[in-house]
């Protein structure tokens, strides 16, 4: 699943092309992507309003239209935006092949915005649980208001708070987008290993020292990954269609079995409320 670092790769991908452009027109074979109403009725609400801003709150993705609209967007499992061109004809879509797009990404593609300069969005999603949810601006907010901080912005007092006051198991924490928002499976073994804590390490037992450590690990990864482009674990790719580069060389995320990059030890797995977490049973002692 798209974690913080790739929706802040589409966001930024997205931005240039999007501002001060105009949606003219909407294609899906994928109704149900759109969750709050009909197609006519989102449609109506996107159409020919300039876009003014394209923002990420958590793993959401913002189009924010002038007279007070939004559109907001969750990439799900295996969703993505690419710009590519398509013929859509008689409510059928096919392929114009331009030679820059993979025939693999074309082969999903659910969603089609065309631009007021004629170039064509697609959303392209495999396993069809993408979201797509228009309405004035302040539902949109109501609707992302539930997340927690920020991760690449929060501090040391922010972090400690929520920390301070759970007794669950920092693994658990960590993906808690109510508490801090952005960190996923993979970002959350990786900030763990490097700080030496382990995954199941109760959240409000963490000394000052280790908050400081998780904070700076979680800061340093995340931007490394930014500028990485994300992972693509899956099916994620950016607005171009490339791969990002973060997943080529994890610190532990999938690593389980291989030799840990610090001490040398065989990284471990084990399920933690459902999710698969990779540690370093030497380096992330259990306490
Ligand atoms: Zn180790």
């Known amino acids: 699943m798209p974690e913080l670092p790739e929706v802040e790769t589409v966001v930024r991908g997205l931005r240039p092309n999007l501002l001060n452009k105009k949606i003219v027109s909407f294609w899906t074979d994928t109704p149900k992507l759109i969750k709050n109403k009909s197609v006519d009725q989102f449609v109506s609400e996107i159409k ?17 239209f002038e007279g007070g609209y939004s559109l907001l967007v969750h990439l799900k499992m295996t969703g993505h935006f690419i710009f590519a061109k398509w013929k859509i004809e008689k409510g059928k879509m096919l392929p114009v092949s331009d030679g820059s797009v993979r025939e ?57 708070t ?3 006051a759970s007794g669950r198991k920092i693994k658990q924490v960590l993906l808690d987008q109510t508490k801090i928002a952005g960190l996923g499976n993979i970002y959350a073994d990786e900030v763990l290993w490097k700080s030496k ?57 999938k690593r389980e079995g291989q030799l840990c990059r610090r ?20 380096c992330q002692i259990r306490r």
């Open 48 to 64: 020919n309003k300039k876009i003014i801003n394209v923002r990420r709150r958590a793993k959401n993705i913002i189009v924010d």
């Open 162 to 164: 929520v920390l301070n």
């Open 197 to 253: 804590i382990h995954p199941e390490t109760v959240s409000r037992s963490l000394s000052d020292k280790e908050i400081k450590m998780l904070l700076k690990s979680i800061h340093e990864i995340l931007a490394l990954a930014i500028e990485l482009g994300g992972s693509s674990i899956s099916d994620y790719r950016n607005v171009e269609g490339a791969a990002g580069r973060y997943a080529l060389d994890t610190l532990v995320y």
């Open 104 to 160: 693999k990404v074309n082969g999903y593609i659910r969603a089609i915005f065309t631009l007021d300069d004629k170039r064509m969005l697609g959303f392209s999603d495999l396993r069809k649980f993408g979201k797509m949810i228009s309405g004035p601006t302040e539902m949109i907010e109501a609707e992302i208001g539930k997340f927690g901080t920020e991760a690449p912005t929060i501090d040391f007092k922010e972090l400690k």
């Open 263 to 282: 001490c040398k030890m065989p990284i471990k797995k084990m399920k933690i409320a459902g999710r698969t977490a990779r540690y370093c049973p030497k």
